[in-house]
């Protein structure tokens, strides 16, 4: 009999064992890492960041709402409840599988620039680039729109009724999480000086507090008053008519008309095969296609046989990422104004060149944007399924946390900073131009597999997602771990590559590894030339929904770096 076995008769049942033992002994799950299991149910399954935003997701589905339906309903709880990521003043992407229509679609819903703003000013009031904060990179907001867009064209139950569970928690407040809580509190002292901000967005001039209950009446005005007049109450009425009064009195360029003129974009998603299956990203403006190049580089090496955090995987990894980031640096904008080789960055003859330059042994402090074949012509993630075999994959940000921190009048919500995001390098394909979406770091993604639909997930983070799509899918697919482990397995992001504001990569970077990858590993990454950094943050945010193609069965999962879960029924 085993010592365990052994020990529990000794104790009725208690496991009793040195606290020592833990410290050898493997996990049941048979990982070396901290994990937990997967969810499972059959007639519906949402996962996102913030619990209160799940449970709004699956009252919806419990309602008859359908996947798209959940999908709004838990992003407008997140713009109360997480507002270090997310908002009405932020931009959306989405990817979702139709079992009406069998295929997937997607949807940029993002913003563009101001039209009364020009490369000139800027370059002569903000010559070192676009300012973070403030009035200056405030684009026109895609979120609301997205919204719509999605309901008019999958939705079931009422807009009224996908957004009462947000109106109900804003008006009666809600408890504030952990993490939440954290990110708020350092946001403050940056965002205070901003009109309107401290007045809607602090307790007693301070951030709130884990536990602490906020309310928010004024969000909760302005989704009664989109829940009643629709879209347009926010682009071309009252709302819009607020947003512009407000930035005329405070610097600010974004103006009714930019607002009137909006428009999302329905998109054709792009992909590539990866080990059976198909990966699925958004084409730019939007860096998914990162996570398509770094795949097709790694799949001529046996990642299986390196071995999940061995210096060889970490170092292939790293390598073809770099790769993968000079290209988004030198072709990834808007495709309204830039000519941008989305079938040539993302085919497998052209990572077949591109690899051929990883030296095994050896980081590359640069590489060189490649030449594909051209053609002519801080966020958060959450994804619902529902019992038809609807699934959603979405992403919504204000870029920097809780955006410029320019907070109109009495609406509730922060506006974002994406424009900073724009080049001021002539000639680049990501220069500032009125009426321009800037490059984009949300991701949504999604997996198929002979045509079917297997996965919705994404990994919040800016840059680190394409990293983190790509890393998910090589732990399930070559290191053979479920659904939640896939997640909370040790990650590593390399930071420092050349950027589409025109910055450029400097000695190769610096790579963070999560705690969980070895000193060792570390020491020999070290010899091949890597800059290691120490980071106990910024690794981004795990969720994703897995269905089983035969039963039907949905796996839910997310992971422990933030506050949310996964849950079903």
């Known amino acids: 009999m085993s010592r365990i076995l052994i020990a529990l008769a000794l104790t009725?049942?208690?496991?009793?064992?040195?606290?020592?033992?833990?410290?050898?002994?493997?996990?049941?799950?048979?990982?070396?890492?901290?994990?937990?299991?997967?969810?499972?149910?059959?007639?519906?399954?949402?996962?996102?960041?913030?619990?209160?935003?799940?449970?709004?997701?699956?009252?919806?589905?419990?309602?008859?709402?359908?996947?798209v339906d959940a999908a709004i309903a838990a992003n407008a709880v997140l713009a109360l409840t997480e507002p270090t990521g997310c908002g009405l003043g932020g931009d959306l992407f989405a990817l979702l599988w139709s079992a009406e229509e069998k295929k997937l679609v997607g949807l940029n819903a993002s913003g563009r620039s101001p039209a009364s703003l020009s490369l000139a000013y800027l370059k002569k009031h903000h010559s070192k680039g676009i300012p973070a904060l403030g009035p200056?990179?405030?684009?026109?907001?895609?979120?609301?729109?997205?919204?719509?867009?999605?309901?008019?064209?999958?939705?079931?139950?009422?807009?009224?009724?996908?957004?009462?569970?947000?109106?109900?928690?804003?008006?009666?407040?809600?408890?504030?999480?952990?993490?939440?809580?954290?990110?708020?509190?350092?946001s403050v002292p940056m965002l205070r000086r901003f009109p309107g901000f401290e007045e809607q967005f602090t307790v007693d001039g301070r951030g709130p507090r884990k536990g602490e209950i906020f309310r928010n009446p004024n969000l909760a005005a302005t989704l009664e008053l989109l829940a009643e007049k629709g879209r347009d109450a926010f682009y071309?009425?009252?709302?819009?008519?607020?947003?512009?009064?407000?930035?005329?009195?405070?610097?600010?360029?974004?103006?009714?008309?930019?607002?009137?003129?909006?428009?999302?974009?329905?998109?054709?998603?792009?992909?590539?095969?990866?080990?059976?299956?198909?990966?699925?990203?958004?084409?730019?403006?939007?860096?998914?296609?990162?996570?398509?190049?770094?795949?097709?580089?790694?799949?001529?090496?046996?990642?299986?046989?390196?071995?999940?955090?061995?210096?060889?995987?970490?170092?292939?990894?790293?390598?073809?990422?770099?790769?993968?980031?000079?290209?988004?640096?030198?072709?990834?904008?808007?495709?309204?104004?830039?000519?941008?080789?989305?079938?040539?960055?993302i085919s497998k003859e052209y990572a077949a060149k591109r690899r051929k330059l990883i030296q095994p042994k050896k980081a590359a402090r640069r590489y060189d944007a490649g030449k594909p074949a051209l053609e002519h012509g801080d966020t958060v993630y959450l994804c619902t399924a529902d019992r038809d075999g609807n699934m959603v994959s979405l992403i919504q940000s204000n870029y920097r946390g809780m955006g410029s921190g320019m907070s109109p009048g009495d609406l509730g919500f922060i506006l974002q900073d994406r424009g900073e995001l724009f080049s001021l390098e002539e000639g680049h394909p990501n220069v500032f131009e009125p009426g321009k979406r800037p490059f984009h770091t949300i991701i949504p993604a999604f997996l198929t597999q002979n045509g079917k639909p297997i996965m919705a997930f994404g990994v919040?983070?800016?840059?680190?997602?394409?990293?983190?799509?790509?890393?998910?899918?090589?732990?399930?697919?070559?290191?053979?771990?479920?659904?939640?482990?896939?997640?909370?397995?040790?990650?590593?992001?390399?930071?420092?590559?050349?950027?589409?504001?025109?910055?450029?990569?400097?000695?190769?970077?610096?790579?963070?590894?999560?705690?969980?990858?070895?000193?060792?590993v570390r020491r020999e990454l070290e010899k091949r030339g890597h800059r290691l950094r120490r980071s106990v943050g910024g690794f981004g945010g795990y969720q994703a929904i897995w269905r089983d193609p035969e039963s039907g069965v949905y796996y839910g999962a997310s992971e422990s770096r933030k506050d949310g879960h996964a849950a079903g029924f």
Not at 251 to 264: I, M, N, P
Not at 265 to 274: A, D, I, L
Not at 278 to 303: K, S, V
Not at 467 to 490: R, S, V, Y
Request: charged letters at 20%; hydrophobic letters at 40%.
């Open 12 to 67: 009725g049942g208690a496991l009793m064992l040195p606290a020592d033992h833990f410290r050898t002994m493997d996990r049941i799950t048979g990982r070396s890492f901290a994990t937990r299991s997967e969810v499972l149910a059959t007639n519906g399954m949402a996962a996102t960041s913030q619990p209160l935003a799940t449970q709004a997701a699956l009252e919806i589905l419990r309602a008859g709402g359908n996947a």
């Open 136 to 186: 200056i990179p405030v684009t026109v907001p895609g979120c609301v729109d997205g919204w719509f867009q999605l309901h008019d064209r999958f939705g079931k139950l009422s807009m009224a009724e996908i957004l009462a569970p947000a109106i109900r928690y804003a008006r009666e407040g809600f408890p504030v999480t952990e993490l939440i809580a954290y990110y708020w509190s350092r």
């Open 236 to 345: 071309k009425g009252e709302i819009a008519g607020k947003i512009d009064a407000y930035m005329k009195e405070n610097g600010g360029f974004l103006r009714l008309e930019d607002l009137a003129a909006h428009q999302s974009e329905w998109v054709e998603p792009v992909s590539t095969s990866y080990r059976g299956y198909d990966l699925w990203e958004l084409p730019p403006n939007g860096q998914g296609i990162a996570a398509l190049q770094i795949l097709n580089i790694l799949e001529g090496f046996d990642l299986q046989k390196m071995g999940f955090g061995s210096a060889d995987y970490v170092h292939h990894f790293t390598e073809a990422k770099k790769l993968a980031f000079e290209d988004r640096a030198r072709f990834y904008a808007d495709p309204a104004f830039a000519n941008v080789p989305v079938q040539g960055l």
């Open 460 to 520: 919040m983070g800016g840059a680190t997602q394409p990293q983190a799509h790509a890393q998910i899918l090589i732990n399930l697919l070559d290191f053979g771990m479920n659904l939640q482990e896939a997640g909370d397995a040790p990650r590593m992001v390399h930071n420092g590559s050349s950027q589409p504001t025109g910055e450029k990569m400097r000695n190769g970077g610096f790579l963070s590894l999560e705690s969980g990858i070895g000193d060792e």
